[in-house]
């Protein structure tokens, strides 16, 4: 099973720009994708974004759409989440998972242990 380390959150100010990174143990298959979530104090754990790791192919959520990139590296193994003109409810604890691509993204099997950003106004 592929062990995902994310990295990059820190203390941002609103409009301000941040890009995380997913860190594999090694290369998702072809038919895996990497998804970007994130959990914010008090919610549930929503979808960001999502990369299918064969074809490059991109998903985002409605609230992240032209402001959030996601991106992989196929030779280094990494999923950047590019994040834009932030805002302070994007404040969250940003974790990335890998499953099957036709599975939902809360379904994935692999998760790594978040990183925190914080969106200060």
């Known amino acids: 099973q592929v062990h995902l380390v994310e990295s990059g959150g820190g203390l941002v100010q609103a409009g301000d720009s941040l890009t995380l990174s997913c860190a594999a143990s090694?290369?998702?298959?072809?038919?895996?994708?990497v998804a970007w979530v994130r959990q914010a104090p008090g919610k549930e754990r929503e979808f960001v974004a999502r990369?299918?790791?064969?074809?490059?192919?991109?998903y985002y959520a409605d609230s992240v759409k032209d402001r959030f990139t996601i991106s992989r590296d196929n030779a280094k193994y990494t999923v950047a989440l590019q994040m834009n003109s932030l805002k302070t409810e994007d404040t969250a604890v940003y974790y990335c998972?890998?499953?099957?691509?036709?599975?939902?993204?809360?379904?994935?099997?692999?998760w790594g242990q978040g990183t925190q950003v914080t969106v200060s106004s």
């Open positions: 090694e290369r998702p298959s072809a038919n895996q994708a």
């Open positions: 990369v299918n790791w064969a074809t490059g192919n991109t």
């Open positions: 998972g890998a499953g099957h691509l036709l599975k939902r993204w809360d379904e994935y099997d692999a």
